[in-house]
Nanobody, 121 residues
Framework: QVQLVESGGGLAQAGGSLRLSCAAS????????MGWYRQAPGKQRELVAD???????HYADSVKGRFTIARDNAKNAVYLQLNLLNPEDTAVYYC???????????????WGQGTQVTVSS
């Protein structure tokens, strides 16, 4: 069974920083794109950033220049560094990965359990 296990998050003041981590547990054959999404109360889940297996990155306009996504393919992990936080960044953050469990499987989207990020003004 494959799971995405998140860590990090918590409470930060405006202008502060946090770091989120997410790692796939279990045996996988290959991981394609990995990313971070967030969902604020009353809003739809939105893409924050994603990164391809080759390291190409994409960011939402609202976080460009403040957040950085990175991955460690050897650890099946993805990270999100959140800098210059503001209260609008308050949300539950979810990691996502497109995973091939074994070479005869199909690509499947997996989601982490979510971690709360709260930014106070």
């Amino acid at each position: 069974q494959v799971q995405l296990v998140e860590s990090g998050g918590g409470l930060a003041q405006a202008g502060g920083s946090l770091r989120l981590s997410c790692a796939a547990s279990g045996t996988v054959a290959k991981i394609n794109d990995m990313g971070w999404y967030r969902q604020a109360p009353g809003k739809q889940r939105e893409l924050v950033a994603d990164i391809s297996s080759g390291g190409s990155t994409h960011y939402a306009d609202s976080v460009k220049g403040r957040f950085t996504i990175a991955r460690d393919n050897a650890k099946n992990a993805v990270y999100l560094q959140l800098n210059l936080l503001n209260p609008e960044d308050t949300a539950v953050y979810y990691c996502n990965a497109k995973i091939l469990r074994h070479w005869f499987a199909t690509w499947t989207d997996y989601w982490g359990q979510g971690t709360q990020v709260t930014v106070s003004s």
